[in-house]
């Protein structure tokens, strides 16, 4: 349990370098102009940071499939390798039909891992970025929060309700409040307190599943 514990925390490390990433490079949470892999790299990274030599203990590998962000993370050590888990990864707000897929295949794998001869998979992963530009206060980012969880958790009980599968939702506050410069005019020498700001929030939405012992 401690190689997920580890993975979890650094699943959500991802999220938030993705976030800062984003914001550093575009201004923008879009899929449609930011690659989906862009979080998919950031949480290898994050787990990259674990091992204490190249590769060790962990060892990510990234798997082509019909739709990009799928990764299995193995142990890697004394010469022997076993996949434990797999993350598949969104950049920001995934859909319900996205999510429905995402899930369904995520809990086949976890099923079927003892078949596939993977039988150290006991938990998988969902990983995505919730944000909405609108949201620039405290107050309204918990509501949204909160609504979002509500929303989610809805969607996936209906997606899961006939996977003999366990699962845990988290929507959790990533890093706020972030300060994004309105005008950017302004001249280079121009006082911190002279240029005007908005205040953005964002945060991880993390589906864990688990196999019904």
């Known amino acids: 349990m ?15 370098n993705t976030c800062l990433d984003v914001l550093n490079i575009s201004r923008k949470f879009d899929g449609n102009t930011m690659p989906e892999c862009l979080l998919t790299l950031n949480i290898a990274k994050a787990i990259g940071k674990l091992n204490y030599n190249y590769g060790v203990p962990y060892l990510v590998d990234y798997y082509k499939q019909d739709n990009p962000g799928w990764m299995g993370v193995s142990t890697n050590q004394l010469k022997s390798k076993h996949l434990f888990t797999y993350i598949k990864t969104r ?29 150290h998979i006991k938990n998988v992963y969902f990983a995505s970025i919730l944000y909405d530009e609108n949201i ?41 409040p972030i300060l994004l410069a309105l005008d950017q005019k302004n001249n280079q020498n121009a006082s911190f307190f002279d240029i005007p ?12 599943l688990s196999k019904n012992k």
């Open 2 to 16: 401690l190689h997920y514990i580890k993975i979890e925390k650094q699943i959500l490390t991802g999220i938030h």
């Open 197 to 208: 700001y908005q205040t953005t929030y964002f945060a991880g939405l993390i589906v864990k």
């Open 136 to 176: 620039t206060t405290l107050v309204d980012a918990k509501k949204t929060l909160e609504k979002e969880h509500e929303k989610y958790a809805k969607w996936i009980k209906s997606i899961l309700k006939h996977e003999k599968t366990i699962y845990k939702l988290e929507v959790i506050p990533i890093h706020g």
């Open 91 to 119: 950049l920001v707000n995934p859909s319900k039909n996205r999510l429905e897929s995402d899930l369904l295949k995520l809990s086949q794998m976890l099923k079927k891992s003892e078949q596939l001869g993977m039988p």
